[in-house]
């Protein structure tokens, strides 16, 4: 017996630890199993009565004690000193960390219990055998993680040749040669396209779903089991629409390094978490027309950028989804003050009426919002921004531009495969230079391996720059739908049936966004509109003032109405009115009742011959019977400057000062008319005058 074991040792019972890192090498490692219960046996042979077998931790890795129960109930058992010796087979079933192990060596060596392997008996008080389990448990650690490094290599070396595949998803099946194929199934592969068909058109993963689980369309998922996989037909959830949008394997891209691991401590414990996504510039492998695709990577990217503006609650700088509501620019407004986004609101009647305010300081610091002020004036000036942008017009000076700058780009890229040909020739004799000399001058060798290097980087430069280069020339024919659709665009716009929606991923497609700022003092917004090409547009939208709506009557004819009611009744500023070309707020012409119910809500008095006589002031009329002449004399006279007079506004009543009358000049001219002498005719500016020639 070895003199290490004693009495006291045989009189506690052993320990045989059993352990395998998972449930394959639990079905399949089966001779490893049968060595580690053999060791009860040894442990008899060695004198113990009493030995227990703890084998609960079998399909449990070692690295970390998290989850392993045995192993926490092993040591336990041992600092309660009811253990003498501890079997394992290595000390690698015991823990692949330095952690768990030097905590089970330093608890044995503090109560006296044995570790026994297979190589021999090791007691960790004596100095020599802590050093050997000290080794020991490190080369257990450095195993394990010269394990994991060689998978990983291996997995990232089959990564970047695009043959590592641990999942394939719905629509794809991996051929015997390790390829990835299209699902021979029409009807999965129908299913794969109709949800990027969906997306197209609605814009949205949530709406895609909807439409789903509304029309009662099943989705495919594929189900692992032991026969491998197997595809179940299912309703979709919302995470089986994201994960089929932001799949990049659907455009025919091979990607890996999508997702890291991160790492965390929990109560002690370290926690592996595996939903940490990385930007699409970090990917470790991206290889693109790696196998056929349901969609382009142009339409990837354009859906990935969709979804990320689609989520509202993603920072300030996100757009949001194109919602059904009534507001045009809903997303796209921010403010010029404080640079937040704005929040819209619904008011009227029928709640359809929109209203803008930066509330993101009152919402987040209790102050004053910036501004706020209706939706309606800024939509439709907007609107005409984006009209008179996909006019044809537009367009054709826009694809003229286009064609300009594909033709320089074709002649730049012409100039770049020429300068590759003469690189390439170049590389081609500075390596026929350098064959041809001699390795025992190394001085000369030395210069031509240099030059030989120095032209495969330029030669590598330059295929570089004509991989970046634009290869697709304009296509005639899409150029003439372009134009034939921006003919019927407006007719589009403006049916009643267009979705609300649709508008605004059109105008969403137009503009990145809207800088806005209101000076109410001229009731004005000023607007800045960021045009997708990088392009601005300065804008000035009147807006209401406060107590106004939308169907109020501008400012500019209440003052007018407030004027004319000194001197007309009415019907004649109605008249007057609607000669103007002036509209109502509800844009109709001017009836004398619509006069009358406008005065009555703005507080205007209505005219009074009385009134006017007694401030002193006569219409024509009245200036006519003062003189004893005719009303038309009197505007003989008014337009010939010898009766003074005034005109609020074209086509309104002339008013005369009743001192004015009393003239000299006036009575002369009074004089010659009842005389019988015509008064003179006044002068049309418009009239074309003779000039005789002199005799």
């Excluded at 703890?54 to 989850?67: M, P």
């Excluded at 389990?133 to 089959?158: C, N, P, V």
């Excluded at 491998?228 to 455009?251: C, K, S």
């Excluded at 404080?338 to 029928?350: F, I, N, P, T």
Aim: with cysteine; hydrophobic share 35%; net charge positive.
């Amino acid at each position: 017996m070895n003199p290490k074991i004693t009495s006291e040792h045989l009189s506690h019972r052993a320990v045989v630890y059993i352990r395998q890192s998972s449930m394959e090498q639990v079905r399949n490692n089966l001779e490893s199993q049968r060595r580690q219960y053999a060791l009860r046996d040894t442990a008899y042979e060695m004198g113990w009565r009493e030995v227990e077998i703890i084998d609960e931790d079998l399909g449990r890795s070692g690295a970390s004690s998290h989850n392993r129960t045995g192993f926490l109930r092993l040591v336990a058992e041992v600092s309660m000193k009811e253990v003498g010796a501890v079997f394992c087979l290595e000390a690698s079933r015991l823990a692949r960390n330095n952690r768990d192990w030097a905590q089970l060596v330093d608890i044995c060596s503090l109560v006296g219990t044995l570790i026994i392997d297979h190589d021999g008996v090791y007691d960790p008080r004596l100095l020599n055998d802590r050093l050997l389990l000290g080794l020991k448990g490190t080369m257990s650690e450095f195993e394990l993680g010269l394990i994991r490094q060689r998978a990983l290599e291996a997995l990232k070396g089959m990564a970047r040749r695009g043959e590592l595949f641990t999942v394939v998803p719905a629509g794809y099946i991996r051929t015997r040669d390790n390829r990835l194929e299209k699902d021979p199934d029409l009807r999965v592969q129908q299913a794969i396209k109709l949800v990027f068909t969906k997306f197209a058109e609605y814009g949205s993963a949530r709406q895609v779903l909807l439409w789903f689980r509304q029309e009662g369309i099943s989705l495919p998922v594929v189900q692992y089991g032991l026969e491998g996989p197997e595809t179940q037909w299912r309703l979709p959830v919302y995470n089986t629409v994201l994960h089929i949008l932001q799949n990049p394997i659907y455009a025919g891209v091979y990607a890996y390094g999508r997702t890291k691991t991160v790492v965390r401590t929990v109560e002690g414990r370290a926690i592996k978490l595996r939903s940490y996504r990385v930007p699409q510039e970090e990917w470790e492998v991206f290889i693109p027309d790696h196998h056929e695709g349901y969609i382009t990577l142009a339409t990837y990217e354009r859906n990935q950028k969709q979804i990320q503006e689609n989520a509202s609650m993603k920072g300030t700088c996100s757009r949001g989804p194109a919602r059904k509501g009534k507001s045009l620019l809903a997303g796209l407004l921010r403010c010029r003050r404080c640079g937040r986004k704005l929040h819209v609101a619904y008011s009227g009647r029928q709640g359809n009426v929109p209203r803008y305010a930066c509330r993101g300081a009152a919402i987040n610091h209790g102050t004053a919002k910036c501004l706020s002020f209706g939706g309606l004036a800024l939509d439709r000036a907007v609107e005409q921004e984006v009209l008179k942008a996909i006019k044809p017009e537009a367009l054709r000076a826009t694809l003229a531009r286009q064609e300009r700058l594909y033709s320089s780009e074709t002649e730049h890229r012409r100039a770049r495969e020429l300068a590759l040909t003469q690189a390439e020739y170049e590389a081609e004799r500075a390596f026929r230079q350098y064959n041809a000399t001699e390795p025992e001058n190394r001085l000369v060798a030395a210069e031509l391996e240099r030059r030989w290097n120095q032209a495969l980087e330029e030669v590598e430069r330059l295929k570089t720059e004509l991989k970046k280069a634009p290869q697709h020339c304009p296509d005639p024919g899409e150029f003439a739908y372009l134009l034939a659709l921006a003919e019927d665009f407006p007719r589009v716009w403006h049916d009643p049936g267009t979705d609300k929606a649709l508008k605004k991923r059109i105008v969403r497609t137009l503009i990145e966004e809207i800088l806005v700022d209101v000076d109410e003092e001229q009731a004005l917004i000023d607007v800045v509109i960021h045009w997708a090409g990088g392009y601005h547009t300065t804008l000035k939208v009147k807006k209401n003032r406060t107590g106004q709506h939308q169907h109020s009557t501008s400012r500019e004819v209440v003052e007018l109405v407030r004027d004319l009611a000194h001197v007309a009744s009415d019907r004649e500023i109605a008249r007057i009115l609607n000669r103007l070309k002036l509209k109502t707020g509800k844009d109709n012409t001017w009836t004398e009742g619509r006069v009358r119910t406008l005065r009555n809500y703005q507080d205007i008095p209505a005219y009074s011959p009385q009134e006017q006589a007694r401030t002193g002031w006569l219409n024509m009329a009245q200036a006519a019977e003062y003189l004893g002449i005719s009303p038309m004399s009197v505007r003989r006279l008014l337009s010939a400057g010898i009766i003074p007079g005034k005109q609020i506004v074209p086509y309104a009543p002339w008013i005369i000062r009743k001192e004015d009358l009393d003239t000299e000049e006036v009575k002369s001219a009074v004089s010659a008319i009842k005389a019988g002498r015509r008064s003179p005719l006044p002068e049309d500016p418009h009239q074309i005058k003779l000039d005789f020639p002199s005799m």
